[in-house]
């Protein structure tokens, strides 16, 4: 097996992205390695969550710097002291400037909790309860200089039900997030997906099961949890 690819995450707040992708990668056989986790809050949950499983763990605070070309230079410092090959953005909620995006470009991801290009930015749940979606979800994606707009790597669609409000919908993907992460980072960390010319480049599979997975995929546990015969009577 080639060597597993260094992976730092960069979090802000809870660490339940971070959280999987520690536990994806705790298998020796899974193609990343996190070596590091920085939080641009001193206070973000995930970082006890990461200390507690042996992962080496910087705060890099915002109002340390005097702006913001400063505090990226430091966030890439302690990239380079952690001997990172991938950036993968977890709930991180500051946007990098274009030096940092531009050197990392290609091999730095995000999960977005929607189907991109549909609710880039905040408040994602709300906005597709408002907009009637009967089909919700989340994405992967490499991270380029436009907020939410890079070539998409992997998604997971969940339903939305009738009943929902912005916590339960929120939950379902959330959930799915958790399953779709660690299936991406994969795919980048194994080379499978590739950013070429602005858009992604997946790999041809041996075998259709995992071509479906790197595409679109709707994780089992959401699957069986789905009442189907409920979700026929509501979705046209
Ligand atoms: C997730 O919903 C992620 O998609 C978004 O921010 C949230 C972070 O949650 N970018 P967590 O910190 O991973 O629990």
Redesign the pocket.
């Known amino acids: 097996m080639n060597a597993r690819k260094r992976t730092v995450v960069l ?1 802000s ?6 959280t999987a992708l520690i536990a994806a990668a705790s298998n020796p056989a899974y193609p990343a390695e996190i070596v590091g986790v920085i939080s641009d809050r001193a206070n973000a949950a ?1 970082l006890g969550i990461a200390a507690a499983r042996g992962i080496p763990t910087k705060v890099i605070s915002r109002s340390d710097y005097a702006g913001k070309e400063a505090h990226d230079g430091a966030i890439d410092a302690a990239l380079a002291a952690f001997g990172a090959e991938i950036v993968a953005l ?2 991180y909620m500051r946007i990098l400037g274009a030096r940092f995006v531009e050197k990392w470009q290609g091999r730095m991801v995000n ?3 929607a189907l991109l290009p549909a609710f880039k930015g905040l408040d994602t749940h709300a906005r597709a309860l408002r907009a009637g979606m009967r089909i919700h979800g ?1 994405t992967v994606h490499f991270v380029t200089l436009d907020m939410d707009d890079g070539p998409i790597i992997a998604q997971a669609a969940v339903p939305v039900m009738v009943g929902d409000n912005e916590d339960t919908l929120a939950a379902r993907v ?1 959930k799915a ?1 958790h399953r779709l992460y660690p299936l991406a980072l994969g795919l980048v960390a194994e080379g499978k997906a590739r950013m070429e010319g602005g858009r992604t480049v997946l790999a041809h599979f041996a075998d259709d099961a995992d071509n479906g997975t790197s595409v679109v995929m709707a994780p089992d546990p959401l699957r069986e949890e789905t009442d189907l015969e409920h979700l026929a009577r509501i979705t046209p």
């Open positions: 979090i707040g809870r660490g339940s992205n971070m995930g977890a709930g999960i977005h909790p989340c959330l997030e």
